[in-house]
């Protein structure tokens, strides 16, 4: 790919076989490791369905009629426990009703016995197939993250890009600007970008944060002190202000200053001179002052709390980021971004997402924006034990806690068939449906559970007037 992306590592695809027969275990079993599946075989029982979460298959094949617990009971458990794993039902005496039923629980297929084993070597094919497309399209977001990369941050949409093009657009004049965003959007990433892509970028970067101390700490570390300021102050030193000089001085979360430290960073700004706490002339400095808030500094003006002087000072150039909700194209490239780095960092073979689990994270409301997306992704890689991430990791990942979250999103749990179920077997639901609602097409749909326009869809396929 060109990109430095690691190539994706290969996962084998998992087959579970479920048949109380022993010989067609076997079977199955050797045809499926020959098409490149590991397989685990059970012979049912009700001990499977506490072992189903566990096995993480990619496709199971379970025989319908079973002693102690039949196909569809398996399948229905399936549903519950992976409900991204595919399942192809076997039968003896296969009949249109037992084959709607599956159907109707998101079965992939319905075979016959004997094993038509040319028709199971394409499902698992296209299955694999499946898993194998749904990486690329992982390994594609990764590109795209990669290209639409700009000093570190990844933006698609036309909000980010909008951002990088004022940040070239400024990087080159130095002026004094203000970051505005919400927590977690990235405003130290800008600050940095500012700095990197300016003429100043061989000169220093230091950052400041300004709610992370008292006051007259802060003082004496942005302007420092000369020797004998006050009790302790038994040398000089100098200030952020001065350890910048030629370079970038970042003050984040500014809206935090007291009023009497704002004074002076208002002189520093207007004067470009800095004078040490207890000296007595001040020092030409030559610094880019660059500001962050998640406040609304107009409000903390109205409200007295922050100098208006110092805010039009600040503002001439704003910088505002949108929040990530408001931005929801990004969430793609910033997760493939995140899964990249954070696979890379566990050791973990973490190949994607499942579409349940992307939906899912498309829908959050992210009150924490960026930085909360990625805590997310670092969770769930944390914990995945490789493969596709599920909807359920993610869910677990976002707090487990967020029925908004998942309240936003189409449907909670969401079953995506990679194939088409055969015409063979379709046909003759679809016909059937069709005849007991008298050839009405909605109450049709209704019973198959399709949309309207799945149904139109598969009709028009299959030939069916
Ligand atoms: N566009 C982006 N691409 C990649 N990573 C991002 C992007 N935006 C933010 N991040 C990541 O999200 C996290 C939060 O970003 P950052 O610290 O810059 O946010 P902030 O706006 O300064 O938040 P706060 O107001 O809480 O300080 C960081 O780990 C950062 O690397
Ligand atoms: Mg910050």
Redo the contacts with the bound molecule.
């Keep these: 790919m060109g990109n430095g992306l690691p190539l994706m590592p290969e996962h084998d695809p998992r087959l579970l076989v479920v048949d109380d027969d022993p010989g067609m275990r076997a079977l199955a079993e050797r045809f499926a490791q020959r098409h490149g599946y590991q397989v685990i075989a059970r012979e049912g029982g009700h001990e499977l369905l506490t072992e189903l979460p566990a096995i993480r298959a990619d496709v199971a094949l379970l025989d319908r009629n079973m002693p102690e617990l039949g196909g569809l009971d398996i399948l229905r458990a399936i549903r519950k426990a992976d409900p991204t794993c595919q399942v192809i039902l076997m039968t003896a005496e296969a009949t249109v009703d037992s084959a709607i039923e599956a159907v109707k629980l998101g079965a992939l297929d319905y075979l016959a016995k004997p094993l038509n084993l040319e028709r199971l070597g394409e499902l698992l094919g296209t299955v694999r197939e499946g898993i194998a497309s749904r990486r690329l399209l992982l390994a594609a977001d990764m590109a795209l993250a990669t290209q639409c990369?700009f000093c570190?941050?990844?933006?698609r949409g036309p909000a980010?890009q909008e951002l990088f093009d004022l940040i070239r657009r400024l990087a080159p004049h130095a002026r004094t600007s203000l970051i505005t965003?919400?927590?977690?959007?990235?405003?130290?990433?800008?600050a940095r970008a500012l700095h990197k892509s300016g003429p100043r970028h061989k000169g220093r970067y230091v950052a400041f944060n300004c709610a992370a101390i008292t006051e007259s700490l802060a003082q004496t570390e942005l302007f420092g002190h000369a020797r004998g300021a006050f009790t302790g102050a038994v040398d000089a030193k100098a200030g952020l202000f001065e350890h910048a000089d030629g370079g970038t001085l970042f003050l984040?979360?500014v809206g935090e200053l007291s009023l009497s430290v704002q004074a002076q960073l208002l002189r520093v700004l207007e004067n470009g001179e800095v004078q040490r706490v207890g000296a007595l002339d001040g020092k030409r400095i030559d610094v880019r002052v660059i500001a962050?808030t998640?406040r609304t500094l107009a409000d903390e003006v109205a409200a007295g709390r922050f100098r208006q002087d110092l805010y039009y000072r600040l503002n001439v150039v704003e910088i505002p980021?949108v929040p990530l909700r408001d931005r929801r194209e990004?969430i793609v490239y910033?997760t493939a971004?995140?899964v990249r780095e954070f696979a890379a960092r566990f050791g973990k073979q973490v190949l994607g997402l499942l579409p349940g689990a992307e939906r899912l994270l498309h829908n959050a409301p992210w009150p924490g924006?960026?930085?909360e997306?990625?805590n997310v992704i670092e969770r769930a890689c944390m914990r995945s034990e490789g493969g596709m991430l599920s909807e359920r990791e993610v869910l677990k990942a976002l707090g487990g806690a967020r029925p908004e979250a998942v309240a936003a999103g189409p449907a909670a749990v969401s079953v995506v068939p990679c194939a088409e179920p055969s015409p063979e077997l379709t046909r003759p639901i679809i016909v059937q449906a069709l005849q007991q609602e008298s050839g009405n097409r909605s109450a049709a749909a209704k019973q198959l559970r399709i949309s309207r326009r799945a149904l139109y869809r598969r009709m028009q396929a299959l030939d069916i007037s």
């Design positions: 990369e570190g941050m990844v933006g980010m965003g919400e927590t977690g959007t990235g405003k130290e990433l800008v984040d979360e962050a998640n980021i990004d910033l971004a995140f924006n960026v930085r997306l990625r």
